[in-house]
């Protein structure tokens, strides 16, 4: 009975087929915007995961609170902490510097490129990967004797070189009011995609080199925040919260004073951010299923007009009420899923596309898509509801007659 | 020629007779010429006037054709051949046709279904084209006409009488008799005091505001007759006016037909009905798409017994 | 001609009044979606321009930029330099402290409040007016005399006192390390709306107070940020960016290197993201009234059928093309601006109900209003002339035959 059902709901939409085009248009446009927009949604979520992946999800740095009003020296760090930190947590830490950076004119020749140097310690590898493809990552050696050597970027060292293998190469810069010379020992190749790039402000014009953080702070400087990426990512709440614990205590403060930010904390705040706004978002976008399933109610309700005769002829052959009540909703629920489905293919055939053309992977998620036809073939039976009622109720002997 | 139309003629002043010359745009050499002239002022406020002039007049002048020609043959089909082209086989629907009608004439087309009347029907009411052949209704030439050109036609040269009086729906009596002159542009007042007079002349003044289910058959047909007279076209074309009412109301709505013939009116009937021809002065018969026989009639003199148009229905 | 149109579209309209309804209620919830959304954001977009005027629309803080790497002790400000800056500027500055608060708990008998303490001058009232029920503002005295006056509101005076009119009680609290006495000699009430009150952090629990700025910044003493009014909204632009290059001027930097956050300019960027994102989530609103515009086309395709012998009849009587294809769109014309209206209605309704449901000035703009009725005539007319050249083609030959 079902599939008899269906075919007579086939026979009827092939009958009339631009009016059925149009009443699934609805549908399949309300039900693509939805899916695009959930889509993008969960797609910008994994790019931003990808991100923080990128700079290290186990990252964080630790300062005072912006909201601690008598700051005092002892509030910021120096170097000998930074080193008691590294004895008492040992393991757990996977790598900690000063978090110091800054940013100068380097100057070679006659070319001059705005520079941001970022000091680090030779371990930085291990937790930020490069891929080195001249010369040498800074060693140990240029950190504890404070060596006066940098490692680039090809895009940077094309910029100020105008080649790729600078290595050996040397520039004059400004650090702190001292000019120097620095030598380039190694460069590496950036592996960005276009978002990441732009998240991450990557310049095309200027460049960046790392250099020995021991150059950018003296042992006697303070320094305002630690940079520090944990070991173990399952277990690094905990360890950061030791940690806060610990440089709290030791500056005779309170833990809260301190403020933590996580790399993973921001992420989850982005993440539940984005989450929100396409759920907030997709809702309104849901506004034009709504008024899909109007137009399919309206359309059935014409049908249902249209086959007046049809119906007191199915009577008089016998048909119950609940009969004319199945074969209509039926009609009206194939009408809806047949649009939901197509609106599937348009939503995430756009998401897919656009994802192509801007170099994102779009993700369309499978449970995003099951609900989508679900909720169609909702919309199809409610909006049904009434024009198969009205269909069902009618008196064969009036239906009959009806022209 | 209603009164408006005449308004119309004096205002063009152009040359109009009753000569085949006139392009299917429709558009006068002579009207055009006149515009020119009058806008080779050199006065700015001149040329402007002029301009408004044009304006004004363009919404509602109408072609020469329409307001100039009084033909004696108000309807002369000359070799009028029309062939159905069915995809596969062509059917020939009319095999050369010449017919004239003269102005004032009373006259029946008579023949089976499938004979080619309805065709013929059509083609005289300018709703169909002849496939070759000339159609000349009042002297012009409708057979290269377009489709805007025929509506034209439609209003003001003819009115239509349907075997199932085709009244729109939920739309008063009034209205409906209204509606050619809508079409023609003609103003609120002018049209429903001319409704209401048609309506009283049909004999259903008091059920001017009655929807068309209000009504029955006969009256519904005598609303019809009022539309159809409603531009005072010179030709009725009436197809089976008869055939949906019972033979009182058949006998009224003929009668109608032949004081409005004796009021100067061409009326064409298309019937199957020897009595419903027997009415008129001239009956033509068609057997497969050929006229077999033209003939005049002596019409059957009204009987006392039955109720006049200016009565009641049932 | 028209009206005559117009009249023949309303009795088909009346002629099947539940199609109308639904077909009207796609475009009710279309134009009443965008509407709604679009006002919200005009709303909030007046509720924050408010929430800057309340906190004084020509303020503005002028600090060192955090993009500058090496911040010297110079780029902090003295009490000293201030007084040169009022002398320097004169009449154009209405009002300037050094920005000075502190935090602290608040202990009166048993009851402990945490506090938070601004320090502002005597002619802080003149920028940012309050209300005093009891006693008086601070006064130069206070001020010059470094006198531990406070004024609070009546919300934190309830607070701390358990009454509202606390003058002449004291206080104890710690402010920078020492702890001492401080005496209430004035009381004022705080008019805020809901969504002000919201933004800008009142608590009911807690308490704030006025005190000498005096009291917070001693004559040696650096500070981050200059906080100043300008006297004229108009010219403040100006007069800014010349406070900007004196500053710079005299700490020997570039003007480039200060950062002058203005109360003006932060409230134009918040007015254009949330206009951006009205505009933007309007847009996808917009998607309902595309469906239901296709609803319109719909039903209009179907009452062509239904009325094919009409217009049949219509063309042997004289009925040009155009005459058909007018009729027609102005059926669809009608349908879809009288949805328009009542969808206008339901938005406006909504969100001014919304608005005086939250204490709000919910805003409903005329343009938007005349923009939504337009765009509804022009949904109805677009979607109308597909149907409306199917009426107009018809042959009346076969529109007559047709049943």
């Not at chain 1, 592996?191 to 953080?213: H, I, K, R, V």
């Not at chain 1, 399933?293 to 609940?322: P, Y």
Request: net charge neutral.
């Amino acid at each position: 009975m079902l599939i008899e059902n269906m075919r007579m709901a086939f026979s009827a939409i092939r009958a009339n087929k631009m009016r059925s085009f149009l009443t699934m248009l609805g549908i399949i446009i309300g039900i693509g915007s939805v899916i695009s927009i959930v889509s993008i949604g969960d797609t910008m979520r994994s790019m931003f995961e990808e991100l923080y992946r990128k700079i290290g999800i186990t990252q964080a740095y630790i300062a005072i609170g912006y909201w601690v009003d008598d700051w005092r020296q002892s509030d910021y760090f120096t170097l000998d902490e930074m080193e008691r930190i590294k004895e008492i947590f040992g393991d757990e830490i996977a790598y900690i510097d000063s978090d110091a950076s800054t940013s100068g004119d380097a100057v070679c020749a006659r070319t001059t490129v705005k520079f941001n140097y970022v000091g680090i310690d030779y371990n930085y590898q291990e937790v930020q990967p490069v891929n080195m493809v001249y010369g040498r990552f800074l060693n140990q050696g240029d950190i504890l004797g404070r060596r006066k050597n940098v490692v680039m970027d090809t895009n940077s060292a094309r910029n100020l070189f105008g080649a790729e293998n600078a290595v050996g190469r040397t520039f004059r810069t400004t650090i702190y009011g001292s000019v120097d010379d620095y030598t380039v020992v190694g460069v590496y190749r950036k592996d960005l995609n276009p978002f990441q790039a732009m998240m991450l402000g990557a310049s095309t014009e200027g460049g960046e080199a790392f250099l020995p953080y021991t150059i950018l702070t003296w042992p006697n400087d303070y320094f305002y925040d630690i940079r520090i990426f944990a070991r173990d990512e399952a277990t690094m709440d905990v360890f950061f919260e030791n940690l806060k614990n610990y440089v709290a205590r030791s500056k005779e403060r309170q833990p809260e004073d301190f403020r933590l930010v996580t790399a993973k904390a921001q992420m989850g705040e982005m993440d539940s951010m984005m989450g929100g706004l396409a759920t907030a978002v997709g809702g309104i976008a849901a506004i034009s299923l709504l008024v899909g399933g109007i137009g399919i109610m309206n359309i059935m309700l014409v049908s249902v007009t249209e086959r007046t005769r049809e119906i007191g002829i199915r009577k008089s052959l016998g048909a119950r009420t609940r009969d004319i009540m199945v074969q209509f909703l039926t009609e009206s629920a194939i009408l809806s899923a047949c649009g939901g489905i197509l609106g599937i293919f348009l939503g995430g055939g756009i998401v897919l596309l656009g994802g192509r053309m801007l170099g994102v992977q779009a993700i369309v998620k499978p449970g995003v898509v099951v609900l989508a036809v679900g909720f169609s073939a909702m919309v199809g039976i409610f909006f049904g509801i009434y024009p198969a009622s009205k269909a069902a109720k009618k008196d064969p002997i009036e239906a009959l007659r009806y022209e | 020629m209603g009164l408006w139309n005449r308004e119309r003629t004096e205002d063009l002043g152009g040359s109009g007779s009753g000569e085949r010359k006139w392009k299917p745009d429709g558009r006068p050499e002579s009207g055009d010429k006149g515009q020119e002239e009058s806008g080779v002022g050199t006065d700015w406020a001149e040329r402007l006037q002029a301009l408004w002039k044009m304006g004004l007049s363009r919404s509602r002048k109408l072609p020469e054709y329409i307001t100039e020609n009084v033909s004696e043959e108000l309807i002369q089909l000359e070799d009028l051949v029309k062939v159905y082209d069915t995809g596969a086989l062509k059917v020939l629907g009319l095999k050369r046709i010449n017919l004239t009608i003269h102005r004032g004439e009373f006259v029946a087309i008579m023949g089976q279904s499938g004979s080619g009347k309805s065709t013929l029907m059509n083609i005289l009411g300018c709703l169909d084209r002849p496939s070759m052949g000339h159609y000349y209704l009042d002297g012009v030439d409708v057979a290269a006409m377009n489709p805007d050109e025929l509506s034209l036609i439609r209003n003001r040269k003819i009115g239509f009488v349907f075997q199932s009086f085709n009244l729109i729906s939920r739309t008063s009596a009034l209205k409906n008799v209204e509606l050619p002159m809508t079409y023609a542009r003609k103003g609120k007042r002018f049209r429903e005091q001319r409704a209401r007079t048609l309506l009283e002349r049909v004999g259903l003044g008091k059920r001017a505001e009655h929807m068309p289910n209000e009504l029955s058959g006969g009256q519904r047909q005598r609303v019809a007759i009022a539309r159809a007279l409603a531009n005072d076209p010179p030709l009725l074309l009436a197809d089976e006016p008869t055939g949906n009412l019972d033979t009182a109301a058949s006998v009224e709505i003929m009668e109608l037909f032949s004081q409005l013939h004796k009021e100067g009116t061409t009326v064409v009937v298309v019937t199957h009905e020897e009595e419903i021809a027997a009415f008129t002065e001239r009956i033509i018969r068609f057997r497969d798409g050929e006229i077999v026989s033209d003939k005049p009639n002596v019409p059957r003199e009204p009987e006392q017994k039955e109720a006049g148009p200016n009565e009641k229905g049932h | 001609m028209l009206i005559e149109n117009m009249k023949m579209a309303f009795s088909a309209i009346r002629a099947n009044k539940m199609r109308s309804f639904l077909t009207m209620l796609g475009i009710i919830i279309g134009i009443g979606s965008v509407i709604s959304i679009v006002s919200i954001g005009d709303t909030m977009r007046s509720m924050f321009e408010g929430l800057y005027r309340e906190i004084g629309v020509t303020q503005a803080y002028l600090f060192i930029g955090y993009w500058v790497d090496d911040v010297r002790q110079s780029d902090y400000f003295t009490l000293d330099e201030m007084e040169r800056v009022k002398e320097v500027f004169g009449d154009q500055i209405a009002y300037i402290d050094s920005n000075s608060h502190a935090s602290a708990d608040a202990i009166s008998g048993r009851t402990t409040v945490k506090f938070a303490f601004n320090g502002v001058d005597y002619n802080y009232q003149e920028v940012q007016p309050v209300n005093i029920v009891y006693g008086r503002y601070l006064n130069e005295g206070d001020v010059l005399g470094r006198r531990k006056n406070v004024v609070m509101d009546t919300t934190s005076a309830m607070n701390l006192f358990g009454v509202e009119n606390a003058v002449g009680k004291t206080f104890r609290t710690t402010i920078y390390g020492t702890t001492e006495e401080y005496t209430v000699v004035g009381i004022y009430r705080k008019k805020l709306s809901p969504f002000q009150a919201m933004m800008m952090g009142a608590n009911t629990e807690g308490g704030e107070a006025f005190l000498p700025y005096t009291i917070l910044t001693w004559p040696n003493d650096y500070f981050y940020a200059l906080r100043i009014f300008a006297r004229d909204e108009a010219t403040m632009d100006v007069f800014y960016n010349n406070v900007k290059a004196y500053v710079a001027k005299s700490k020997g930097r570039q003007p480039e290197d200060f950062r002058l956050n203005s109360a003006k300019d932060e409230m134009g960027q918040m007015d254009s993201i949330m206009g951006g994102l009205a505009a933007a989530v309007g847009g996808i609103a917009a998607i309902s009234l595309l469906v239901g515009g296709i609803g319109i086309m719909n039903i209009m395709l179907v009452s062509v059928t239904e009325r094919t012998r009409e217009i049949g009849i219509r063309k042997s009587l004289g009925a040009r093309t155009r005459d058909i294809m007018i009729q027609f769109l102005t059926e669809s014309a009608i349908l879809s601006a009288c949805g328009g209206v009542v969808g206008i209605l339901l938005g406006g309704g909504l969100v001014m109900i919304g608005g005086a449901l939250l204490g709000v000035q919910a805003i409903v703009k005329p343009g938007v209003v005349l923009l939504a009725v337009g765009f509804s005539a022009m949904v109805g007319i677009f979607f109308g002339i597909y149907p409306a050249s199917k009426a107009a083609k018809k042959d009346p030959i076969e529109a007559l035959r047709y049943e």
